[in-house]
């Protein structure tokens, strides 16, 4: 039986890959009710783009795929870096300071959890 994975992007978040490592490593392998749910009270603000994804994640796998959510959980979600916009400001005695604005893209992916009625002994 093959196991089919629900997978969502993000791409060009506006937010740094460091950054929103912190939010996903929160939810790593969680439930998907869970993990949203514990994302509203994440005090950073990557935890609402990578909610969002995971809201879209959940609906995908319910129209698309016909799965229920009580099932679902997160197997792989990871933050990887997108390009940087590099912009210049005028600093002191005619230098040029670089500021870096780093992007991310965000992938999450999604798995349904065997039943227990699918075991040996049914």
Known sequence: MAIEDIRAE?????????????????VRGKKVDQA????????????IPVGNLITSAIANAEQNFGLSRENLYIHAITADE??????????ARGRF????????????????????????GS
């Open 36 to 47: 949203v749910s514990s994302l509203k009270f994440i005090n950073k603000a990557a935890a």
């Open 97 to 120: 300071k670089p500021i870096l604005r780093r992007t991310s893209h965000i992938i999450v992916t999604l798995r349904e959890r065997a039943g227990k009625s699918k075991g040996k």
């Open 10 to 26: 993000l791409r060009y978040c506006t937010i740094s890959a460091q950054k929103v490592r912190l939010v996903i490593d929160t």
């Open 82 to 91: 997108a390009p940087t916009r590099k912009w210049r400001r005028f600093g």
